[in-house]
């Protein structure tokens, strides 16, 4: 079973930029969610590899970018003007293309292989 493989993150001041990287290969549809304490897993950004389309949740749009390297075979979340609000575990996601991919672009359901999450915490 394919894996994917996190790095990046950490502890960054409010207004400060962090970058999320993700190992991944051979899947189409690659996305991040975050989770805080006690709440749900929100999806925050998704890539479709082929198209390059890409989908962001209204609370990140404008300071998140998305974006695979596939000569490296790796996706990134690139966060910028963090605020407290953006503190979470971030997740990577994957699926292979089909096609209802953009309504559950932002959508647990829509993704079978997730990475083991990666912290980030701003601080006022």
């Known amino acids: 079973q394919a894996r994917l493989v996190q790095s990046g993150g950490g502890s960054v001041q409010a207004g400060g930029s962090l970058t999320l990287s993700c190992a991944v290969s051979?899947?189409?549809?690659i996305a991040w969610f975050r989770q805080s304490p006690g709440t749900g897993r929100e999806g925050v950004a998704c890539?479709?590899?082929?198209?390059?389309?890409?989908i962001y949740s209204d609370s990140v749009k404008g300071r998140f970018t998305i974006s695979q390297d596939n000569t490296k075979s790796t996706n990134y979340l690139h966060m910028t003007d963090l605020g407290p609000e953006d503190t979470a575990m971030y997740y990577c996601?994957?699926?292979?293309?089909?096609?209802?991919?953009?309504?559950?672009?932002?959508?647990?359901?829509?993704?079978?292989?997730w990475g083991g999450g990666t912290q980030v915490t701003v601080s006022s």
């Open positions: 996601a994957a699926s292979q293309w089909w096609p209802g991919w953009a309504r559950f672009a932002l959508s647990e359901s829509g993704y079978d292989q």
């Open positions: 051979g899947y189409y549809v």
């Open positions: 890539i479709h590899d082929g198209s390059n389309k890409v």
